[in-house]
């Protein structure tokens, strides 16, 4: 029986930021082109944050995805009905989340530096960059404890794509790599493994699959929190720079919009 039942599901989208930046992204739809949009310079502040929050909670949302791969119905457990060995249903699924989990603090980066209009190059978007540009010091402390919390996954992500380290799985990890690549050829191996016990590739992945439910579970328990916590610095942000530039009277669509509207009526 696994130890984690049930995996934890994140709420990439629940935050009030997210929903208000969504809500007023709609505007996209009034302009036919981006030219004609980036008139304005409150709807050219939105449209880049909204693609950005929006590439944060597809990339976070991701993660609830790579859970579908641990936590495994019954009869996928069986190493037969898989489209790769068990081995490397693991190795994949880790080389996934490790990537997609890292990039995450890279992700808030490029939204904070967006929200606060900074003006960094993408590939010179660190916490030490935003914190030159005068960002909150409460901000680029959760940055900081993201940056450290995520740590352990970015050091084993370095040294798996830039290394070529790969982690071992099960209480037979020689075995169960051979073995199970054997197997899903149609070879299958008998006798026992490196400790002397029976021979058991389906055994092997199961302890394989609560290996990495743990790892994913101790990664993803405290991210919801981070992630709120940042969201609220960057709505206060956005909000006070957003309301100036819609009531600019020349350059504010909103404002400009409204006024029109008056005249109508």
């Given at each position: 029986m696994?130890t984690?039942?049930?995996?934890?599901v994140?709420?990439p989208?629940?935050?009030?930021?997210?929903?208000?930046?969504?809500?007023?992204?709609?505007?996209?739809?009034?302009?036919?082109?981006?030219?004609?949009?980036?008139?304005?310079d409150?709807?050219?502040?939105?449209?880049?944050?909204?693609g950005?929050?929006?590439?944060?909670?597809?990339?976070?949302?991701s993660?609830?995805?790579?859970?579908?791969?641990?936590?495994?119905?019954?009869?996928?457990?069986?190493?037969?009905?898989?489209?790769?060995?068990?081995?490397?249903?693991?190795?994949?699924?880790l080389?996934?989340?490790?990537a997609?989990?890292?990039?995450i603090?890279?992700?808030?980066?490029?939204?904070?530096?967006?929200?606060?209009?900074?003006?960094?190059?993408?590939?010179?978007?660190?916490?030490?960059?935003?914190?030159?540009?005068?960002a909150?010091?409460?901000?680029?402390?959760?940055f900081?404890?993201?940056?450290?919390?995520?740590?352990?996954?970015r050091d084993?992500?370095?040294?798996?794509?830039?290394?070529?380290?790969?982690?071992?799985?099960?209480?037979?990890?020689?075995?169960?790599?051979?073995?199970?690549?054997?197997?899903?050829?149609?070879?299958r191996?008998?006798?026992?493994?490196?400790?002397?016990?029976?021979?058991?590739?389906?055994?092997?992945?199961?302890?394989?699959?609560?290996?990495?439910?743990?790892?994913?579970?101790?990664?993803?328990?405290?991210?919801?929190?981070?992630?709120d916590?940042?969201?609220?610095?960057?709505?206060?942000?956005?909000?006070?720079?957003?309301?100036e530039?819609?009531?600019?009277?020349?350059?504010?669509?909103?404002?400009?919009?409204?006024?029109?509207?008056?005249?109508?009526?």
């Open positions: 696994s984690f039942e049930e995996p934890p994140l709420s989208d629940g935050h009030e930021f997210v929903g208000r930046i969504f809500d007023l992204s709609i505007i996209s739809l009034h302009f036919e082109t981006l030219e004609e949009a980036n008139r304005w409150d709807v050219r502040y939105l449209l880049p944050i909204d950005r929050v929006t590439l944060l909670v597809n990339r976070v949302e993660l609830n995805r790579i859970a579908d791969f641990l936590w495994l119905p019954e009869k996928f457990v069986q190493s037969d009905q898989l489209p790769c060995s068990a081995w490397d249903w693991l190795n994949a699924t080389d996934s989340f490790l997609r989990f890292v990039s603090l890279d992700c808030c980066l490029l939204l904070a530096r967006d929200v606060f209009e900074m003006g960094i190059p993408d590939r010179k978007v660190t916490i030490g960059a935003i914190e030159t540009k005068g909150p010091a409460e901000l680029i402390q959760r900081k404890q993201l940056r450290t919390h995520s740590e352990e996954m084993e992500r370095n040294e798996r794509f830039h290394a070529a380290y790969e982690r071992e799985f099960s209480s037979a990890p020689m075995t169960f790599k051979n073995a199970s690549i054997l197997s899903h050829r149609g070879i191996m008998t006798g026992e493994d490196e400790n002397g016990n029976t021979l058991d590739v389906d055994r092997y992945f199961s302890e394989g699959l609560e290996q990495l439910k743990e790892v994913f579970v101790a990664a993803v328990s405290e991210l919801d929190d981070h992630l916590a940042v969201h609220d610095f960057l709505l206060v942000e956005f909000n006070r720079r957003f309301h530039k819609f009531n600019d009277p020349i350059k504010g669509y909103g404002r400009n919009t409204m006024n029109t509207r008056s005249k109508q009526v």
